[in-house]
């Protein structure tokens, strides 16, 4: 079994510096990169009734657009240049289901960028990188 | 013509056409009132009519045998699955590879943002000041017993519901009438499914529009000084067309943020209000069961108190009345039955202890005036009981509050417009889906039924509440006739679902995933 370096990804300026980061990494020592696209969902959000409707829809349409038009062009990219690449498309808060996705494939790494926010932004929002950083099951590198 | 009196005269000239207009205004209300009484009447006698040789409404016996009947057939089943709903609804049972579709959480909030409003402000405030503090009790009663109507109705929605290629899903009586029967072998499924459809879209366009519409013009003439009501009608009916034809989703996404928040200021004040006069708690509750058994002297003593406790519960919490099973019928689950768990949680929630709040703080707050000669209830000419300040519906639970916090009727005033607004949208969908269900889906149809759906929201304003609130809660049982014949017919595919769940759900064989 090769070793997986989880990227998580999102399409974002930040994100690729994770994503080269990580093909680097497995350029020298081996392995495989796991593209980690979470959409942001909480089941404790409110719908209204004509989005409860259509949600079923929504979420195959919105599945359907992360892996077309985020996800394939990327691993197709990074496959030709012979590395290995997987992917997982997510619903949930991204830095628990990093860690979640993290854990079932027994990653070795867990590989994010960093978007830079202020310090009140991240206070308020909280910032991805501060939680896996206190959470992640496995070494985390986040890449500025 | 001298400056001064030229200015005079202009003003006098102002002030003729303004009084004029206000005269005009005064008359519209007037006509839309006497018209609409005049042609709604005759469907209120029918449903409101007393059992021959009794005063009880047939239509109240209808909806109390119904949820004894289901409460005995399912084993008290709201008393004994409680625990296990709590864990549905906080996602123990769901599957992580669901995350993203319909949770119970979110069926069980959207159902209960379509339920919990002016029913539980402005409907018990009716309740008690025609069925006095013993209405309560009935009240309580019929919440209890109603969450095994709302079980067997929501199981049956998800059970029944349809699910489209293009991967939307909708259901509720219509399709669990005809399906349901048609795999009974039943007839008439389709029949009692077009006929739930017609009341449908009048109870959508009575409780669901008129009722809240009225009320919130009431609240906002109580707090801004009086004013025609059709002016409040036709800001309500802009603000309602926008998002539901203009399809202003911004509006809609606002309201839904701001209604749970304002639910639990209102819910928060009546705690607070509670608490500081704990002392009179118990001769409150003293008087609704004093009350519920005697009537404390109000005009048809224990049965008026127990009709009013019933109607106003079964029109705040709509058990039994079909709507809720369109609204919970989104869910993703794999078992029908445990939406219906979850969905009993909602009379709980909205009548045992919302409604029971507000009945307290009126209650507590001394705003029933009683005889002190004979503790009996001071009666006025209309068959009320007369109140401190004369006010009914939402006002008498405005002054309620307000003789605790001065302030509070401004708040009352955004809840109750918020509350209408959304209740409003919540109704707007279910008499959409009746509606499309009888014309079938389309552009045309569904623009016709959203017109009609905001010229009534003019018309709930402008008409006073006597022909509202009757019209409304006819509409409403006129459901609940027709979704409780079926519901008896459709009623052991339920327990079946039930006894398969429970003895799975006691081998492991239900898996709970955190």
């Known amino acids: 079994m090769s070793a997986k370096f989880v990227v998580g990804y999102d399409g974002s300026e930040a994100s690729r510096r994770a994503l080269d980061f990580a093909v680097g990494r497995v350029k020298l020592q081996g392995g495989t990169v796991v593209l980690v696209h979470v959409l942001e969902w909480s089941p404790y959000s409110f719908l209204s009734a004509s989005e409860l409707e259509e949600r079923h829809k929504r979420r195959r349409e ?5 892996e077309k038009a985020l996800i394939s062009p990327v691993l197709e990219k990074i496959r030709v240049e012979g590395i290995e690449a997987e992917s997982a498309i997510r619903y949930g808060h991204i830095a628990e289901t990093i860690c979640k996705i993290a854990e079932e494939m027994a990653a070795v790494q867990i590989v994010i960028g960093r978007n830079g926010h ?27 | 013509m001298t400056h001064k009196s030229f200015s005079a005269a202009f003003a006098a000239v102002v002030a003729l056409m303004l009084s004029a207009m206000s005269a005009q205004a005064q008359t519209v209300d007037e006509t839309v009132n006497r018209v609409f009484a005049d042609s709604t009447g005759w469907f209120v006698n029918f449903i409101f009519a007393s059992i021959p040789g009794t005063s009880i409404a047939w239509i109240v016996v209808w909806l109390v045998v119904a949820a004894t009947v289901f409460t005995i057939y399912f084993g008290f089943i709201q008393f004994r699955v409680v625990g296990h709903s709590l864990a549905l609804v906080s996602g123990k049972y769901s599957d992580p590879n669901d995350a993203g579709e319909v949770s119970h959480f979110q069926a069980l909030a959207t159902a209960l943002s379509g339920t919990v409003g002016l029913g539980n402000i402005a409907g018990v405030a009716v309740a008690v000041s025609i069925g006095g503090a013993g209405a309560t009790f009935w009240m309580i009663l019929a919440g209890l017993l109603g969450m095994a109507s709302k079980f067997t109705e929501c199981t049956l929605g998800v059970k029944y519901r ?12 219509m399709y669990y009438l005809t399906k349901g029967f048609a795999e009974r072998g039943l007839p008439g499924g389709k029949f009692l499914a077009v006929l739930f459809s017609i009341f449908c879209v009048l109870g959508a366009l009575g409780g669901g529009n008129m009722f809240q519409a009225n009320q919130a013009h009431q609240q906002l003439s109580g707090v801004f000084g009086e004013y025609p009501g059709w002016i409040t009608g036709v800001v309500f009916a802009v603000v309602v067309f926008a998002v539901i034809v203009g399809g202003i989703k911004s509006i809609a996404r606002v309201t839904e943020k701001v209604v749970p928040f304002m639910g639990v200021l209102y819910v928060g004040t009546a705690l607070v209000i509670i608490l500081m006069n704990f002392d009179m708690v118990g001769a409150a509750f003293g008087q609704i069961f004093n009350g519920a058994f005697t009537g404390n002297g109000i005009v048809g003593g224990m049965i008026g108190a127990l009709i009013q406790g019933f109607r106003r519960a079964a029109f705040s919490n709509e058990a039994g009345v079909g709507s809720a099973a369109i609204a919970h019928s989104a869910v993703r689950t794999k078992e029908p039955i445990t939406e219906g768990f979850v969905s009993l949680l909602e009379p709980f929630i909205d009548t045992v202890v919302i409604c029971t709040m507000t009945a307290l703080v009126i209650i507590i707050s001394g705003q029933l005036l009683t005889d002190p000669e004979t503790g009996l209830y001071i009666i006025n000419e209309a068959g009320q ?9 939402v006002g008498l639970t405005s002054a309620a509050f307000e003789s605790a916090f001065s302030w509070f009727p401004y708040l009352l005033v955004i809840a109750v417009v918020l509350f209408a607004f959304s209740t409003m949208l919540s109704w707007s969908y279910y008499g959409l889906k009746a509606w499309t269900y009888m014309f079938g889906e389309g552009q045309t149809q569904e623009l016709t039924f959203k017109v009609i759906f905001c010229i009534f929201i003019v018309i709930g304003a402008a008409a006073s509440l006597g022909p509202v609130i009757d019209f409304s809660d006819a509409a409403i049982f006129a459901m609940a006739v027709v979704n409780i014949a079926g519901l008896y017919f459709l009623m052991p595919i339920v327990k079946r679902e039930l006894d398969s769940y429970l003895s799975r759900l006691k081998s492991g064989e239900i898996k709970r995933f955190k």
Not at chain 1, 62 to 66: I, M
Not at chain 1, 119 to 142: D, Y
């Open chain 2, 385 to 393: 009981v007369t109140t401190a300040t004369g006010a009914t519906g």
């Open chain 1, 118 to 144: 202020t310090q009140l932004g991240s206070r308020i929002f909280g910032s991805v990188a501060g939680h896996l950083a206190q959470a992640a099951p496995v070494p985390c590198t986040i890449v500025p």
């Open chain 1, 62 to 66: 919105e599945l359907e657009r992360a």
């Open chain 2, 162 to 173: 349809n699910e489209y290629p293009d991967g939307r899903v909708s259901g509720g009586p």
